[in-house]
């Protein structure tokens, strides 16, 4: 099975920039699609943004548009978050997708992921 580890969450001011990573082991071959996806208290878990294993393509959520940028480079995913606002507040997750969808903004819902790590939080204080 594909092993996810998350790292780099933390606490950070508003307007201030994080990067977090995710290394993926194992049957990698097998990944169409990795994303992240992030839950607040209370919340569901939503989805933040994707990109294509071979790192061809990404697709964001509107509210980070702009803001936020996944990229990927040997085995392991980034998500690099600037501007950070007090609502990007929540646990991060990380996703693996051994599915294939023709279109990247496909791969937008937890259902659409088959492996998922551990979580690492991230809190914005304003």
């Known amino acids: 099975q594909v092993q996810l580890v998350e790292s780099g969450g933390g606490l950070v001011q508003a307007g201030g920039s994080l990067r977090l990573s995710c290394a993926a082991s194992?049957?990698?071959?097998?990944?169409?699609?990795m994303g992240w996806f992030r839950q607040a208290p209370g919340k569901e878990r939503d989805f933040v943004a994707a990109i294509t294993w071979t790192g061809s393509n990404s697709y964001y959520v509107d509210s980070v548009k702009g803001r936020f940028t996944i990229d990927s480079a040997k085995n392991t995913v980034y998500l690099q978050m600037n501007s950070m606002k007090p609502e990007d507040t929540a646990i991060y997750y990380c996703a693996a997708s051994i599915k294939y969808y023709v279109r990247i903004s496909s791969y937008n819902g937890t259902a659409d992921y088959d492996y998922w790590g551990q979580g690492t939080q991230v809190t914005v204080s304003s």
């Open positions: 194992g049957p990698t071959f097998s990944i169409e699609t």
